[in-house]
């Protein structure tokens, strides 16, 4: 909705004419209609700024700017996902009863035997509610780096000098004219041991990605990895065609990304708009 100045004046001339004659209005509605008005002349340029890439040069783009783009937008996505358990017994459990448990595995008394479910964990003595304890989580960082204002960005950020910056945010080292790029950027470890994207003397890490669309669902026909620690990422590169016909369609589609590992699972979804696509 979009509200002229004259529009917004209009309204606070109406509350002060009251039966006919003007009134002073109390401070109360003052401080009511005031704060409504300045939103409303504000929604337009909040609403533009939201979107700064579609009226703004990348060459005007401050580092906040920029940053946004690569971490926080309609191309990059903070997920987090909370470690799964593969003991063969649940370490952590609450009282369903028999809720998703197999017949087979129901005993005399009435009680669920199946082992490995995966469970929110109770600790009585600390928690009297019963409250279910989170397991430790993980944040990802998933960019589809495939994006025109997402290459854009990172250039921006070395023009402004902040090359430090951009090689911490984990640009993916090559965009092929063939390939979709999306980055995994781990963000947040959750627990000290954890290291998804490790390349070891014994080989890479086991890692399954699939990227699904209307078309049909593709799996990476490349995988890299670059960084180390907090900065690392695995970059996967995923075929533009299926069956001879492009995996997304011309103007707005929709393509899911998921990525399950050791211990951990990913998936995000993307609304993506032609017009920014490499």
């Given at each position: 909705m979009r509200v002229s100045c004259k529009t917004a004046i209009q309204v606070l001339a109406q509350a002060r004419r009251a039966h006919g004659r003007c009134?002073?209005?109390?401070?109360?509605?003052?401080?009511?209609?005031l704060p409504l008005v300045a939103l409303f002349l504000g929604l337009s340029s909040i609403s533009r700024g939201d979107d700064f890439w579609k009226h703004k040069p990348p060459a005007q783009w401050s580092v906040e700017e920029a940053l946004k783009l690569v971490r926080r937008?309609?191309?990059a996505r903070l997920d987090v996902v909370v470690f799964m358990r593969h003991e063969p017994e649940a370490s952590y459990s609450i009282p369903t009863g028999t809720k998703h448990c197999d017949p087979d595995a129901i005993d005399a008394n009435g009680n669920c035997m199946q082992k490995g479910r995966v469970e929110a964990p109770?600790?009585?003595?600390?928690?009297?509610?019963?409250t279910p304890q989170l397991s430790p989580s993980a944040g990802f960082l998933v960019r589809w780096e495939s994006a025109v204002p997402v290459s854009q960005a990172f250039v921006r950020l070395q023009e402004l000098g902040e090359r430090a910056v951009a090689?911490?945010?984990?640009?993916?080292?090559?965009?092929?004219a063939d390939?979709?790029?999306i980055t995994v950027k781990l963000e947040q470890p959750g627990r000290v041991d954890f290291?998804?994207?490790?390349?070891?003397?014994?080989?890479?890490?086991?890692l399954r990605a699939t990227l699904k669309t209307r078309r049909g669902t593709?799996?990476?026909l490349e995988m890299e990895f670059t960084g180390a620690g907090t900065s690392s990422a695995a970059h996967f590169f995923f075929p533009r065609t299926l069956d001879d016909a492009p995996l997304l369609v011309?103007?707005?589609?929709?393509?899911?990304?998921?990525?399950?590992?050791?211990?951990?699972?990913?998936?995000s979804k993307f609304t993506l708009d032609s017009e920014f696509l490499d």
């Open positions: 009134v002073a209005l109390p401070g109360a509605a003052l401080r009511l209609i937008s309609p191309w109770v600790d009585s003595s600390r928690q009297p509610d019963a090689v911490f945010q984990a640009q993916a080292p090559r965009l092929p390939r979709y790029v290291e998804p994207f490790v390349v070891t003397p014994g080989g890479k890490p086991a593709v799996a990476p011309p103007g707005r589609d929709s393509a899911e990304f998921t990525l399950q590992g050791t211990g951990f699972a990913v998936r």
